[in-house]
């Protein structure tokens, strides 16, 4: 047992138990590396990644790799999820240095945290070409104890080197229409025509860009950004990377065609490609689109809930096979003689057709990924739902993956705005119900008495790390969504706090924004990226949220901070479309000015529906009637009924069209 069995972190508990005497992030770690003059060893990783888990069974669960260790270095345990600063500078690090970068991440530092060696997962033997982890443990031992004028020297060139960067960001001005052009021009190249998606294997869902894509085509009617939008998602909603039992999304594809996943399913990639397809269903009516949002929403809601009214963060890709061992997948895999236990030999030939259940398989040890291959011609959708079910119930047998219960501030903001919007579109007040709840704990415990939001928290208890900026952008969207479809001003309120924070706590010169708070705890460099990983970066994501916010309320302070924003995606859309989709998506917004919606009328009547589902790119909406609404929403301000009906109002920069009653009348304002 060693200090992490104090933490909150699932990740962190996983190797509370190890032999290694891990501290976590903290000044007194690198005080006792001053202290026993010895590096840093700093791994980072996350409870649901596969090589981490292997790398700890393999390493650190060893007792004579834990001896040398603890001999030689003070080991640091970080979790990336509760940290995403210390990773991303440290990550920053490990990219420049060696090409590449992944987790388990593997950094040595000084006792005043300056890397100087790097690396991802070490195997315990050599292996391809790569050092074993004790080779690694004792050249970097021996550096330290023999060469330490030359390791200071690689660690002040690498700070420096770190320090000096600079962003570009674009000079003055925001996006326009050249560079959205630009923008698009290169996702088309980038696109792969055969199997939807950009680029090669691995291949991860991109919910950023695909979100730009409808967007663009809601503003420009570019029928080619809409088919490569429904193209890649109905590539992906048949693949293997969609659970076709359970519903949800896997992290990525290990191949280019969706087949086989890498099977951890995480809340974020599931909030975001939730709110995709109830995005596709809304511009193209596809049943598809609408069952993928249904059932992506009900996997979150069913599978990541927790107690408190949160969704934890990630399931794992590993759990117990029928022998009993840990490997990856095993909770999704089936063999054609699996199928044939549950099913009987006439529906498990069917399913095998329908599913892509092959005897060699296309996984591991002759087993397959469920997909839809579509080569079964007309299928009896009764069998296919009597099949499903079965399957699922057989399946549910099994030990099922572990489960990352933290709450993230920023995935849980996401989720709001899926949860809220699908379940407005698709008539599931339950859907709402659930968002709010989320909402609820986010301000109970994730801001609590402090006013700044945290960035976790587990079983109802607030962590110890504060909200970096994608934390403050993510959950403003998701207050700002839930305004929209429950017309509770209180919400939009929330996210007016959050936003002045941004304002007063994260924004530089000229525009830029940080990751990091200017009072957030000094690291070898103050964080900053404008580009999307697996989520919208904390800058596009912010200046998204500031957008909303200034066409709800005017705020002039909050559109100027968004347009500042915005410069970063005129210069890097144009070059890297795939790695700024959001920033792209929140131009698109801008151009179209955004439009403000205004319903003097009941919340959830006809006008009110039709106003959400208007496809004018980043559009805001506000409902309610009686004096009261106007006090919460200045949208609704001096906005009265005609003729006594309800009525809708369609506005730019608080400039509106002729008031309309008519809910036809309405959508065509609005692209619907």
Known sequence: MNRLVNSQSPYLLQHAQNPVDWWPWSPEAFEEARKRDVPVLLSVGYASCHWCHVMAHESFEDDDTAAYLNAHFVPVKVDREERPDVDAVYMEAVQAATGHGGWPMTVFLTPDAEPFYFGTYFPPEPRHGSPSFQQVLEGVTTAWTDRREEVAEVAGRIVADLAGRSLVHGGDGVPGESEVAQALLGLTREYDEQHGGFGGAPKFPPAMAVEFLLRHYARTGAEGALQMAADTC?????????????????????????????????????????????????????????????????????????????????????????????????????????????????????????????????????????????????????RVAGVRARLLAARDERPHPGRDDKVVAAWNGLAIAALAETGAYFDRPDLVERATEAADL?????????????????????????????????????????????????????AGFLLDIVLEQFTGEGGQLYDTAHDAEQLIR???????????????????????????TGSEAHRTAAEGALGVVKALGPRVPRFVGWGLAVAEALLDGPREVAVAGPVGGELHRTALLGRAPGAVVAAGEGAGAGAEFPLLVDRPLVGGEPTAYVCRHFVCDAPTTDAGELAGKLGG
Request: overall charge negative; charged content about 25%; proline content about 3%.
């Open 526 to 552: 103050r964080p900053q990226d404008p580009t999307d990983s697996a989520t919208p970066s904390g800058w596009t994501a912010a200046a998204g949220a500031l957008l909303s916010y200034a066409a709800y």
């Open 442 to 494: 986010l301000v109970r415990v994730h801001l609590g008495e402090v006013a700044r939001l945290t960035r976790t928290s587990k079983d109802g208890r607030a962590g110890d790390n504060a909200g970096v900026l994608e934390d403050y952008g993510d959950v403003a969207e998701g207050f700002l969504a839930l305004a929209a479809v429950t017309g509770e001003g209180a919400w939009l309120e929330f």
């Open 234 to 382: 109905a590539a992906m909603a048949r693949g293997g990377i969609y659970d076709q039992l359970g519903g949800g999304f896997a992290r990525y594809s290990v191949d280019r065609e969706w087949i086989v996943p890498h099977f951890e399913k995480m809340l974020y990639d599931n909030a975001l490609l939730c709110r995709v397809y109830a995005h596709l269903w809304r511009a193209t009516g596809s049943d598809e689109a609408r069952r993928i949002a249904l059932e992506t929403a009900d996997f979150m809601v069913r599978e990541l809930r927790t107690a408190e009214g949160g969704l934890a963060s990630a399931l794992d890709a590993d759990s117990e096979d029928a022998e009993g061992r840990h490997v990856e997948g095993a909770f999704y895999v089936w063999t054609p003689e699996q199928l044939r236990e549950v099913l009987g030999e006439d529906d498990a030939a069917f399913a095998a057709a329908y599913f892509g259940v092959t005897e060699e398989g296309t996984f591991e040890e002759g087993a397959s990924v469920l997909r839809l291959p579509g080569d079964t011609g007309p299928v009896d959708a009764a």
